[in-house]
């Protein structure tokens, strides 16, 4: 039979928010576990090869401790390294390879059910972010294997013809990053210019590359369907065959709402299909399950990041230990 094991409050997602809310809450003298299906960290591990964040590295502290790094700006090496010396510090108990499947029970008396266990407490914390659910490419061979939906480094793609569907910070750092590395890319956008929210330093860039013709772009653009060889687009000017040996579609993720699902909360009737919760707590509508980190936003995956979702922490943490009666340090 399988052990049940128990702690006071269990973080399903072990990115920097859902760390954050295991410290907070661990600092409240209450016992804690942090589930993730992946590795530590599993979304940043996702992340491009040397990516540069555009936070600077105080921004994306947590627990307090400094996030020192010889550059203006972290890289996904720096961060990674960091959250991983943060976790250690905390002596944070981690179950990690280990998937959520869904929650059982009430209020008071919940049994969080993993593929490899059932673990019984009284507070959940949902800190899954959005990065697994990728937003697919509706068309005929969307599915086809050179396909991906997350870039890693330019250079498989030396010398080759490499399509990016996107006109945000991803798909523009990523056309920047393989045209100069010897790719032949094409950039298809389905609006009429590169997105104003792209940030201020690589935007100019990326639009002067476009004008000098390294990069080949399409505007107001819709694709049609993906081949082995090529994709295939609808531009205002009529159909175009555009020769691809790989292409990336990044057009943004969506937080996993089958999971909310089987965790019991509800979504709410809105544009960003936000899954409900308190914006004062961040309990759901299950009593004891709280909402934490980019999750919160649902389709608006740009309201909460690593700079502001780390704050999440310490409001559930309060929350927790006022509803558990913890006696708290004055
Ligand atoms: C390329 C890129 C660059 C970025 N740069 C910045 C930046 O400079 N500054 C900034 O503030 N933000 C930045 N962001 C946004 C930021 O990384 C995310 O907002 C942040 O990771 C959110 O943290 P989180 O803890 O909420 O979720 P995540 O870091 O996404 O963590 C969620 C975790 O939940 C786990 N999980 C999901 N489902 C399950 C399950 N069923 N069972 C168990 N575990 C599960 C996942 O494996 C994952 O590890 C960037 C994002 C991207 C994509």
Not at 81 to 87: C, E, K, N, S
Not at 153 to 170: C, F, L, M, Q, T
Request: charge should be negative; charged fraction near 20%.
């Amino acid at each position: 039979m399988q052990q049940i094991l128990s702690y006071d409050a269990v973080v399903i997602g072990a990115g920097p928010v859902g760390l954050a809310s295991a410290i907070e809450v661990q600092r409240r003298g209450l016992s804690v576990c942090v589930i993730d299906k992946g590795a530590l960290v599993n979304s940043i591990v996702g992340y491009p090869t040397n990516m540069e964040f555009f936070s600077t590295p105080e921004l994306l502290e947590i627990g307090d401790y400094p996030f020192p790094t010889a550059h203006y700006k972290p890289l996904r090496e720096d961060a990674l390294d960091y959250y991983r010396r943060v976790t250690v510090a905390e002596k944070l108990t981690l179950r990690l390879y280990e998937r959520v499947v869904r929650l059982e029970g009430d209020a008071g008396e919940y049994i969080v059910v993993t593929d490899k266990a059932q673990i019984a407490t009284r507070h959940v914390i949902i800190a899954t972010g959005f990065f697994d659910i990728p937003n697919k490419l509706d068309v005929p061979g969307g599915n086809l294997p050179h396909v991906s939906h997350y870039y890693k480094e330019p250079y498989a793609h030396v010398d080759r013809p490499v399509v990016v569907i996107g006109a945000k910070n991803s798909a523009a750092k990523a056309a920047l990053q393989m045209a100069r590395a010897g790719a032949h890319v094409t950039l298809v956008v389905r609006g009429a210019e590169i997105s104003e929210s792209v940030k201020y330093w690589i935007r100019p860039d990326l639009i002067n590359r476009i004008k000098e013709g390294r990069i080949k772009a399409y505007f107001n653009t819709l694709m049609q369907a993906v081949t082995p060889e090529a994709v295939e687009l609808l531009t205002p000017d009529g159909p175009v065959s555009v020769p691809a040996t790989y292409v990336y579609a990044l057009t943004g993720y969506r937080p996993d709402y089958a999971l909310l699902m089987a965790l019991g909360i509800t979504t709410q009737n809105d544009a960003a299909s936000t899954p409900s919760h308190d914006p004062e707590t961040f309990e759901t509508n299950r009593p004891g399950v709280y909402l934490a980190g980019t999750v919160c936003g649902g389709l608006n995956t740009s309201r909460w990041f690593i700079e502001n979702g780390r704050y999440h922490a310490q409001v559930i943490a309060e929350h927790i230990a006022a509803t558990t009666n913890v006696p708290q340090p004055s």
